[in-house]
């Protein structure tokens, strides 16, 4: 025979967990390394003149994107976990997701800085940036299956058009490089311009 207390234990252990904040945390500290990664990759100019600033500034450049990049998830990320009251099993997960190809962002800066003229270092940053743009929407979803339909969290995100929007051209970016690099720098920027202003569904909930 189960005891009463025993069956409050079995289905809290199958609830979602009230508060986000350890999760909040450990997430932070990630980007926060993230960004460090992609800081000791920057190199000084070699020399002291104009033509070797000049030689560095691709490499400042990508190394802004991703700076960015990183921000605008970081900004975006604490408002999302901000705005959920509980977090499940598969929230933590999907936010581990994340984190892996938030990850990948310091070895693609890299790349790209060396070989900004190639069609595949190009393809490959827009396809992490695909994957990490599905990752965030799945951890959307699945906060939103914690917190529940009714949910503020899930009025908030409403229908999340920005979102789908962000992830075709993120996914025409990747097949655009083949044609010029050029074009999918020019998409990375017009989405990072797009997600430069903090989400304001959250601050308006």
């Known amino acids: 025979m189960i005891s009463p207390m025993t ?18 945390a450990f ?17 000084p100019p070699q020399g002291a003149g104009l033509d070797a600033m000049r030689d560095q500034l ?4 990508v190394y802004m994107l991703s700076f960015v990049f990183v921000g605008i998830y970081w900004n975006n990320h604490h408002h999302l976990l ?21 990850s990948l962002i310091p070895v693609l800066t890299e790349w790209v800085r060396d070989e900004y003229r ?7 940053y827009g396809a992490v940036a695909l994957a990490a743009g599905v990752a965030y929407t799945i951890l959307v979803r699945a906060l939103i299956q914690a917190n529940g339909r009714e949910s503020r969290l899930a009025r908030a995100i409403g229908s999340d058009i920005k979102g789908y929007l962000s992830l075709v051209l993120y996914a025409a970016a990747v097949g655009l490089a083949f ?6 720098y020019g998409i990375f920027v017009a989405v990072a ?5 903090p989400d304001r569904r959250f ?3």
Do not use: C, K, Q
């Open 7 to 24: 069956e409050v234990e079995g289905r809290s252990a199958l609830s979602p967990e009230v508060g986000t904040t350890r999760v909040e």
């Open 27 to 43: 997430s932070d500290s990630v980007m926060a390394v993230i960004v460090t990664i992609m800081a000791f990759e920057l190199r």
């Open 58 to 61: 691709p490499g400042v450049l």
């Open 82 to 102: 901000r705005a959920a009251d509980r977090i499940s099993g598969a929230a933590m997960w999907a936010n581990l997701f994340l984190l892996f190809w938030l």
């Open 179 to 184: 044609v010029s690099p050029w074009i999918s």
């Open 203 to 205: 601050t308006r909930r």
């Open 118 to 124: 190639h069609a595949l270092p190009a393809a490959s």
């Open 193 to 197: 311009l797009m997600w430069f202003v």
